[in-house]
Protein backbone atom coordinates (compact mmCIF):
# COMPACT_ATOMS: atom_id res chain seq x y z
CA UNK A 1 0.00 0.00 0.00
CA UNK A 2 1.26 3.58 -0.87
CA UNK A 3 1.09 6.20 1.76
CA UNK A 4 -0.51 9.56 1.11
CA UNK A 5 2.47 11.22 -0.69
CA UNK A 6 2.21 9.34 -3.28
CA UNK A 7 -1.65 9.49 -3.48
CA UNK A 8 -1.11 13.10 -4.08
CA UNK A 9 1.31 13.04 -6.37
CA UNK A 10 0.13 10.47 -8.82
CA UNK A 11 -3.54 12.67 -9.23
CA UNK A 12 -1.89 16.11 -9.67
CA UNK A 13 0.43 14.70 -12.35
CA UNK A 14 -2.35 13.12 -13.44
CA UNK A 15 -4.81 16.33 -13.44
CA UNK A 16 -1.70 18.41 -14.49
CA UNK A 17 -1.54 20.87 -11.55
CA UNK A 18 -2.89 21.37 -7.53
CA UNK A 19 -5.34 23.71 -8.89
CA UNK A 20 -6.50 20.94 -11.33
CA UNK A 21 -6.74 18.64 -8.85
CA UNK A 22 -9.06 20.70 -5.74
CA UNK A 23 -11.29 21.78 -8.54
CA UNK A 24 -12.34 18.04 -9.22
CA UNK A 25 -12.63 16.84 -5.11
CA UNK A 26 -16.15 16.70 -3.25
CA UNK A 27 -16.04 18.90 0.28
CA UNK A 28 -18.14 17.45 2.90
CA UNK A 29 -21.01 19.12 4.90
CA UNK A 30 -20.60 20.55 7.78
CA UNK A 31 -21.87 18.50 11.01
CA UNK A 32 -23.97 21.55 12.63
CA UNK A 33 -25.85 21.67 8.60
CA UNK A 34 -26.40 17.65 8.99
CA UNK A 35 -27.92 17.99 12.77
CA UNK A 36 -29.99 20.94 11.42
CA UNK A 37 -31.40 18.78 8.10
CA UNK A 38 -34.95 17.56 9.53
CA UNK A 39 -35.90 14.11 9.31
CA UNK A 40 -38.27 14.47 6.43
CA UNK A 41 -35.40 15.21 4.25
CA UNK A 42 -33.34 12.52 5.89
CA UNK A 43 -35.95 10.07 4.59
CA UNK A 44 -36.46 11.91 1.73
CA UNK A 45 -33.15 11.15 0.06
CA UNK A 46 -32.53 8.06 2.07
CA UNK A 47 -35.91 6.90 -0.18
CA UNK A 48 -34.64 8.50 -3.33
CA UNK A 49 -30.99 6.54 -2.56
CA UNK A 50 -33.48 3.47 -2.93
CA UNK A 51 -35.57 3.88 -5.58
CA UNK A 52 -31.79 5.62 -7.41
CA UNK A 53 -30.32 1.74 -7.22
CA UNK A 54 -30.50 0.29 -10.14
CA UNK A 55 -32.45 2.31 -12.22
CA UNK A 56 -31.23 5.83 -14.23
CA UNK A 57 -31.01 8.47 -11.67
CA UNK A 58 -32.96 11.10 -14.08
CA UNK A 59 -35.49 8.87 -14.43
CA UNK A 60 -36.08 8.94 -10.41
CA UNK A 61 -35.67 12.34 -9.92
CA UNK A 62 -37.68 13.66 -12.41
CA UNK A 63 -40.64 11.49 -10.67
CA UNK A 64 -39.32 12.45 -7.06
CA UNK A 65 -42.05 15.37 -6.69
CA UNK A 66 -45.07 13.33 -7.42
CA UNK A 67 -43.09 10.74 -4.43
CA UNK A 68 -42.84 14.21 -2.15
CA UNK A 69 -47.01 14.05 -2.49
CA UNK A 70 -47.73 11.01 -1.78
CA UNK A 71 -45.59 10.67 1.10
CA UNK A 72 -46.66 13.65 2.50
CA UNK A 73 -43.13 15.33 2.31
CA UNK A 74 -41.83 12.49 3.64
CA UNK A 75 -43.13 13.56 7.30
CA UNK A 76 -41.98 10.61 9.01
CA UNK A 77 -44.77 10.92 11.58
CA UNK A 78 -47.41 11.09 8.82
CA UNK A 79 -45.60 8.30 6.56
CA UNK A 80 -45.60 5.84 9.09
CA UNK A 81 -48.88 5.89 9.34
CA UNK A 82 -49.54 4.68 6.37
CA UNK A 83 -51.03 0.91 5.60
CA UNK A 84 -50.55 -1.71 3.23
CA UNK A 85 -53.68 -1.09 1.92
CA UNK A 86 -52.59 2.74 1.06
CA UNK A 87 -49.53 1.32 -0.39
CA UNK A 88 -50.97 -0.85 -2.50
CA UNK A 89 -52.84 1.95 -4.32
CA UNK A 90 -49.85 3.64 -4.72
CA UNK A 91 -49.14 0.82 -6.97
CA UNK A 92 -51.78 2.35 -9.46
CA UNK A 93 -50.34 5.41 -9.51
CA UNK A 94 -48.36 5.93 -12.85
CA UNK A 95 -46.56 8.89 -11.73
CA UNK A 96 -44.58 7.02 -9.23
CA UNK A 97 -42.22 3.88 -9.43
CA UNK A 98 -44.21 1.00 -8.91
CA UNK A 99 -41.56 -1.04 -7.11
CA UNK A 100 -43.65 -2.70 -4.09
CA UNK A 101 -40.65 -3.09 -1.99
CA UNK A 102 -39.27 -0.09 -2.43
CA UNK A 103 -42.52 1.46 -1.49
CA UNK A 104 -42.56 -0.48 1.70
CA UNK A 105 -39.59 0.67 2.47
CA UNK A 106 -40.55 3.87 3.22
CA UNK A 107 -43.00 3.68 5.94
CA UNK A 108 -40.63 0.99 7.36
CA UNK A 109 -37.63 3.65 7.33
CA UNK A 110 -40.18 6.42 8.98
CA UNK A 111 -40.18 3.96 11.99
CA UNK A 112 -36.38 3.68 11.87
CA UNK A 113 -36.02 7.69 11.77
CA UNK A 114 -38.46 7.73 14.30
CA UNK A 115 -36.86 5.48 16.79
CA UNK A 116 -33.57 6.89 16.60
CA UNK A 117 -35.79 10.26 17.86
CA UNK A 118 -37.18 8.81 20.56
CA UNK A 119 -34.62 6.93 21.90
CA UNK A 120 -35.48 3.59 21.11
CA UNK A 121 -32.75 3.33 18.73
CA UNK A 122 -29.15 4.56 19.26
CA UNK A 123 -25.65 3.70 17.60
CA UNK A 124 -23.57 1.58 19.61
CA UNK A 125 -22.10 3.74 22.11
CA UNK A 126 -18.14 2.96 21.53
CA UNK A 127 -18.99 4.20 17.82
CA UNK A 128 -21.46 6.16 17.97
CA UNK A 129 -20.23 9.23 20.27
CA UNK A 130 -23.58 11.05 20.02
CA UNK A 131 -25.13 13.80 22.75
CA UNK A 132 -28.75 14.15 23.10
CA UNK A 133 -30.20 15.44 20.24
CA UNK A 134 -32.45 18.05 20.67
CA UNK A 135 -36.58 16.90 19.72
CA UNK A 136 -36.63 16.82 15.57
CA UNK A 137 -32.74 16.11 14.52
CA UNK A 138 -32.00 13.22 16.70
CA UNK A 139 -31.15 11.52 13.40
CA UNK A 140 -29.07 13.98 11.86
CA UNK A 141 -27.26 13.88 15.02
CA UNK A 142 -26.39 10.42 15.32
CA UNK A 143 -25.33 10.98 11.58
CA UNK A 144 -23.35 14.00 12.46
CA UNK A 145 -21.50 12.83 15.17
CA UNK A 146 -20.71 9.52 13.83
CA UNK A 147 -16.81 9.30 13.61
CA UNK A 148 -15.30 9.15 9.93
CA UNK A 149 -12.78 6.96 10.99
CA UNK A 150 -15.43 4.20 12.10
CA UNK A 151 -17.56 5.09 8.45
CA UNK A 152 -17.71 1.59 8.03
CA UNK A 153 -19.42 0.77 11.19
CA UNK A 154 -22.33 3.13 10.24
CA UNK A 155 -23.06 1.42 7.10
CA UNK A 156 -23.38 -1.76 8.95
CA UNK A 157 -25.85 0.04 11.41
CA UNK A 158 -27.52 1.63 8.62
CA UNK A 159 -28.32 -1.68 6.62
CA UNK A 160 -28.95 -3.45 9.74
CA UNK A 161 -31.56 -0.98 11.49
CA UNK A 162 -33.30 0.06 8.02
CA UNK A 163 -34.59 -1.00 5.12
CA UNK A 164 -33.27 -1.78 1.73
CA UNK A 165 -29.88 -0.07 3.39
CA UNK A 166 -27.24 -2.71 2.04
CA UNK A 167 -24.86 -2.95 -1.13
CA UNK A 168 -23.69 0.94 -1.89
CA UNK A 169 -27.12 2.42 -0.74
CA UNK A 170 -25.66 3.50 2.87
CA UNK A 171 -22.80 4.82 1.66
CA UNK A 172 -23.98 6.88 -1.21
CA UNK A 173 -27.06 7.98 1.09
CA UNK A 174 -24.70 9.66 3.43
CA UNK A 175 -22.85 11.12 0.32
CA UNK A 176 -26.17 12.75 -0.81
CA UNK A 177 -26.76 14.16 2.33
CA UNK A 178 -23.06 15.24 2.57
CA UNK A 179 -21.20 13.39 5.21
CA UNK A 180 -18.44 12.09 4.73
CA UNK A 181 -17.18 9.44 3.63
CA UNK A 182 -15.56 6.91 0.83
CA UNK A 183 -17.65 4.89 -1.88
CA UNK A 184 -16.51 1.75 -3.14
CA UNK A 185 -16.99 2.56 -6.35
CA UNK A 186 -16.12 -0.01 -8.91
CA UNK A 187 -12.86 2.36 -9.95
CA UNK A 188 -12.18 2.72 -5.97
CA UNK A 189 -12.19 -1.08 -5.46
CA UNK A 190 -9.80 -1.72 -8.68
CA UNK A 191 -7.57 0.92 -6.97
CA UNK A 192 -7.82 -0.96 -3.68
CA UNK A 193 -7.52 -4.34 -5.68
CA UNK A 194 -4.05 -2.71 -6.88
CA UNK A 195 -2.85 -1.02 -3.67
CA UNK A 196 -3.41 -5.15 -2.33
CA UNK A 197 -5.84 -3.45 0.33
CA UNK A 198 -8.63 -6.05 -0.42
CA UNK A 199 -8.65 -8.77 -3.32
CA UNK A 200 -12.35 -8.67 -4.32
CA UNK A 201 -15.39 -5.92 -3.27
CA UNK A 202 -15.28 -5.29 0.24
CA UNK A 203 -18.51 -6.85 1.45
CA UNK A 204 -17.52 -8.55 4.61
CA UNK A 205 -16.65 -6.87 7.74
CA UNK A 206 -13.37 -8.26 7.98
CA UNK A 207 -12.66 -6.21 3.77
CA UNK A 208 -14.23 -3.09 5.27
CA UNK A 209 -11.96 -2.98 8.50
CA UNK A 210 -9.30 -2.99 6.17
CA UNK A 211 -10.38 -0.57 3.47
CA UNK A 212 -11.00 1.50 6.48
CA UNK A 213 -7.93 0.91 8.51
CA UNK A 214 -6.22 2.48 5.34
CA UNK A 215 -8.10 5.12 4.52
CA UNK A 216 -7.53 6.19 8.34
CA UNK A 217 -3.94 6.12 7.65
CA UNK A 218 -4.01 7.87 4.55
CA UNK A 219 -6.74 10.43 6.27
CA UNK A 220 -4.40 10.99 9.15
CA UNK A 221 -1.36 11.69 6.74
CA UNK A 222 -2.80 14.34 5.25
CA UNK A 223 -6.36 15.40 7.05
CA UNK A 224 -8.01 15.55 4.03
CA UNK A 225 -11.67 14.43 4.46
CA UNK A 226 -12.47 10.65 3.21
CA UNK A 227 -14.53 11.85 0.38
CA UNK A 228 -11.90 13.58 -1.33
CA UNK A 229 -9.59 10.79 -0.93
CA UNK A 230 -11.94 8.26 -2.18
CA UNK A 231 -12.23 10.48 -5.24
CA UNK A 232 -8.50 10.46 -5.49
CA UNK A 233 -7.94 6.80 -5.05
CA UNK A 234 -10.62 6.29 -7.68
CA UNK A 235 -8.59 7.91 -10.47
CA UNK A 236 -5.56 6.08 -9.98
CA UNK A 237 -6.71 3.19 -11.93
CA UNK A 238 -7.16 3.40 -16.06
CA UNK A 239 -10.04 5.07 -17.37
Known sequence: MH???WLHEYC?????SVEALEARLPQPVPDKQLRALSNDRYLSIMSLRIFRAGLKHSLVDAKWPAFEEVFFGFDPEKVVLMGGERLERLMQDARLIRHLGKLKSVPRNAQFILDVECGALSGPAAAAKTTTPKPGF????L???WPVTDIVGLWHW???QGTQL???SAPRF???VGKDTFIPSDDMVAALKAQKIVDKVPSSQRDRAAVQAAFNQWHAQSGRPMCQLSVMLAHTVNH
Open 158 to 160: LAK
Open 138 to 141: AFGA
Open 174 to 176: LRM
Open 143 to 145: IAD
Open 12 to 16: VNRFG
Open 166 to 168: GGL
Open 3 to 5: DYR
